[in-house]
């Protein structure tokens, strides 16, 4: 597990907020809130995936094949995970933001919500042009989409989701009940420490494109194109 590099960056990546947040003042919403906004930027890149996607058998030749676009299941896609962020928006803003957090890092929380914060900005800005690269070189550039299907893209339920889901509930409502009468700060800690040990969890074991794994299988045995 520990013999690829990427891997102990992971680690190390997952580590860091939560000596910020217990050494250096860092607000835990922060980090919540950026992991949410990422799985919405991926939710609007999928939609393109789901738009384009072929759904072509492997050994399915494709020279002829003229691209349909599957604009029904695109809009219904983006129409759920829309509607995923913004119920679970509510949990991070109250039990993160809000219940967890003095006034001044409230304020502080309002000021990324509304994107105030150049540094949270330029991560986001980030994760769009990451995710544009992805999208050109792994999914059209190869011809991945060819191979692709609406419903490989999970609508409702994905990891990302999950690790949210899991790091609320046990990180911000285990707070109101572990962390009473003054142990403000202890409680930042449990709730980052609980969402970074989730994520990271997530990144090292199953932070992987099923779709685009198989597709790219697909692809080298094969000659379809």
Not at 137 to 150: E, H, R
């Amino acid at each position: 597990m520990f013999n690829r590099p990427d891997r102990l960056l992971i680690i190390l990546f997952n580590l860091i907020p939560i000596i910020g947040v217990a050494y250096y003042d860092w607000a835990p919403f922060q980090m919540f809130w950026l992991f949410w906004m990422e799985t919405l930027i991926i939710s609007v890149f999928n939609t393109v995936r789901v738009l384009y996607s072929q759904g072509l058998e492997t050994g399915e030749r494709a020279e002829q094949h003229r691209t349909d676009l599957n604009v029904g299941s695109a809009f219904k896609f983006l129409l759920i995970r829309i509607f995923v962020f913004l119920f679970y928006s509510l949990f991070i803003i109250v039990f993160i933001g809000v219940m967890s957090s003095n006034s001044k890092k409230g304020v502080e929380a309002l000021s990324v919500i509304f994107f105030g914060n150049s540094l949270f900005n330029l991560a986001l800005a980030i994760t769009v042009a990451s995710q544009s690269f992805y999208l050109i070189k792994y999914f059209f550039l190869n011809g991945a989409y060819l191979f692709s299907k609406p419903n490989q893209y999970p609508a409702i339920f994905d990891a990302r989701q999950i690790v949210i889901h899991v790091a609320v509930v046990l990180g911000g409502v285990g707070t109101a009940f572990l962390f009473k009468d003054g142990a403000a700060k202890w409680g930042e800690i449990w709730i980052i420490a609980i969402f970074c040990v989730i994520k990271c969890i997530f990144e090292l074991f199953f932070a992987t494109h099923p779709a685009d794994a198989n597709i790219n299988g697909a692809l080298k045995e094969g000659s379809a194109i």
